[in-house]
């Protein structure tokens, strides 16, 4: 429950329910800390049972209050695992989902205009009084330094299908277990590209296969253990991006498009500070980035993007949002013939870029 100006909300993060109510129904809600009824709520109020129960039913239709004879929802039974990250994680999580996009054509005029106003803050920080040291400048030439400076956001794509051995090297790069670890709390613990926090690795891959060469399109869990796609859904019927990433049409061509979610039960057995759905989170980074290295190490066409359409990926995956939910998702497809730069989205004013000498070493 908070503020938020003068209204009162009150925000249920097992349920996604969000409503302003009357402040007057935070001591209803504290009354009923246990199982009683209404007339026992109107004694202690000192008000009419017809009071009482207009204040009774509001709630419960929100679902703020529920009734003993009804079962909590298996949402409900999930979020109580998060029991001690809670209320900070739960509604955080909740609070972040199914967000809607603004268009980024207008986004981004919107923010064009702001700028006139309202500059953006500086992109880099400084300690003006401080002494400074010069750094030799860094090596650009080697295969290394050059996937990491030729990283880039593509958003456009080749028509050609994505070679099956393309795929299966990007997933095993990123989630592949390459070696098991024992220890005295774990039979097996999973070694894999990325570090993970206390190796409990709750990050898991989903693939939307669209056009990967020799398999079939639709959803796949990826089991970094054997090396294997296990098809949880074919195609729907007209399955477009924007039902997984709105307001982003130009990943329409991308022929794989990845899902990162996490499996909190992982990190609950181990952390019990919600700390550790931040850890979740940056796990996520960790392997989306060595998704799109690995991309650019293969010559391909990568892309990462936070505008996710939570609740529908889960929803096709089978996922329930809570106990496990999807985080990132990532995308490849081939560079589309002659384009050497990255692509902006199409109605986006131009992007001049310049090579910084500072740090890096000419090419
Ligand atoms: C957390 C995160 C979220 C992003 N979300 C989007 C997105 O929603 N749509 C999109 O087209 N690109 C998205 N991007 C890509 C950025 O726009 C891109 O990284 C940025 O413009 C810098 O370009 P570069 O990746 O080529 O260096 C995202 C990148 C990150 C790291």
Request: charged share 20%; net charge positive; aromatic share 12%.
């Given at each position: 429950?908070?503020?938020?100006?003068?209204?009162?909300?009150?925000?249920?993060y097992?349920?996604?329910?969000?409503?302003?109510?009357?402040?007057?129904?935070?001591?209803?809600?504290?009354?009923?800390?246990?199982?009683?009824?209404?007339?026992?709520?109107?004694?202690?109020?000192?008000?009419?049972?017809?009071?009482?129960?207009?204040?009774?039913?509001?709630?419960?239709?929100?679902?703020?209050?529920h009734?003993?004879?009804?079962?909590?929802?298996?949402?409900?039974?999930?979020?109580?695992?998060?029991?001690?990250?809670?209320?900070?994680?739960?509604?955080?999580?909740?609070?972040?989902?199914?967000?809607?996009?603004?268009?980024?054509?207008?986004?981004?005029?919107?923010?064009?205009?702001?700028?006139?106003?309202v500059?953006?803050?500086?992109?880099?920080?400084?300690?003006?009084?401080?002494?400074?040291?010069?750094?030799?400048?860094?090596?650009?030439?080697?295969?290394?330094?050059?996937?990491?400076?030729?990283?880039?956001?593509?958003?456009?794509?080749?028509?050609?299908?994505?070679?099956?051995?393309?795929?299966?090297?990007?997933?095993?790069?990123?989630?592949?277990?390459?070696?098991?670890?024992?220890?005295?709390?774990?039979?097996?613990?999973?070694?894999?590209?990325?570090?993970?926090?206390?190796?409990?690795?709750p990050?898991?891959l989903?693939?939307?296969?669209?056009?990967?060469?020799?398999?079939?399109a639709?959803?796949?869990?990826?089991?970094?253990?054997?090396?294997?796609?296990?098809?949880?859904?074919?195609?729907?019927?007209?399955?477009?991006?924007?039902?997984?990433?709105?307001s982003q049409?130009?990943?329409?061509?991308?022929?794989?498009?990845?899902?990162?979610?996490?499996?909190?039960?992982?990190?609950?057995?181990?952390?019990?500070?919600?700390?550790?759905?931040?850890?979740?989170?940056?796990?996520?980074?960790?392997?989306?980035?060595?998704?799109?290295?690995?991309?650019?190490?293969?010559?391909?066409?990568?892309?990462?993007?936070?505008?996710?359409?939570?609740?529908?990926?889960?929803?096709?995956?089978?996922?329930?949002?809570?106990?496990?939910?999807?985080?990132?998702?990532?995308?490849?497809?081939?560079?589309?013939?002659?384009?050497?730069?990255?692509?902006?989205?199409?109605?986006?004013?131009?992007?001049?870029?310049?090579?910084?000498?500072?740090?890096?070493?000419?090419?």
């Open positions: 429950m908070y503020w938020r100006g003068r209204w009162f909300f009150v925000h249920n097992a349920t996604g329910r969000v409503a302003t109510l009357p402040a007057a129904a935070a001591p209803v809600l504290q009354f009923f800390d246990g199982w009683s009824t209404a007339a026992e709520y109107a004694t202690n109020a000192g008000v009419s049972t017809t009071v009482a129960q207009t204040a009774i039913s509001q709630l419960l239709a929100n679902e703020f209050l009734s003993s004879t009804r079962r909590p929802s298996p949402n409900e039974e999930a979020m109580a695992r998060w029991d001690r990250w809670n209320p900070a994680a739960g509604f955080f999580h909740d609070a972040t989902r199914d967000v809607r996009f603004v268009d980024p054509i207008e986004g981004g005029r919107a923010l064009r205009q702001k700028a006139r106003t500059p953006p803050p500086p992109p880099i920080k400084r300690y003006p009084r401080a002494r400074t040291y010069d750094l030799p400048r860094v090596e650009t030439s080697g295969e290394f330094p050059q996937v990491l400076l030729t990283r880039r956001t593509w958003r456009q794509f080749g028509k050609r299908p994505l070679p099956l051995a393309s795929l299966a090297a990007l997933l095993g790069y990123t989630g592949g277990v390459h070696k098991w670890a024992r220890t005295g709390s774990d039979k097996r613990m999973p070694l894999k590209t990325s570090p993970s926090g206390g190796a409990r690795h990050i898991e989903y693939v939307w296969a669209r056009r990967v060469a020799g398999l079939p639709g959803l796949y869990h990826y089991g970094g253990d054997r090396h294997q796609l296990e098809r949880i859904r074919s195609p729907r019927a007209r399955v477009g991006i924007e039902r997984y990433l709105p049409p130009w990943y329409d061509g991308a022929a794989a498009i990845i899902f990162f979610s996490a499996v909190y039960e992982r990190y609950l057995w181990k952390y019990t500070s919600a700390r550790a759905y931040r850890a979740t989170l940056i796990e996520a980074g960790h392997q989306c980035q060595t998704f799109c290295l690995a991309a650019t190490w293969l010559g391909l066409a990568p892309f990462c993007t936070m505008a996710l359409a939570d609740s529908n990926i889960e929803h096709d995956l089978g996922l329930d949002g809570i106990a496990e939910s999807v985080l990132y998702a990532a995308g490849v497809g081939v560079r589309p013939s002659g384009a050497d730069v990255q692509s902006m989205p199409a109605g986006s004013p131009p992007m001049r870029v310049q090579a910084n000498r500072r740090v890096f070493k000419p090419c």
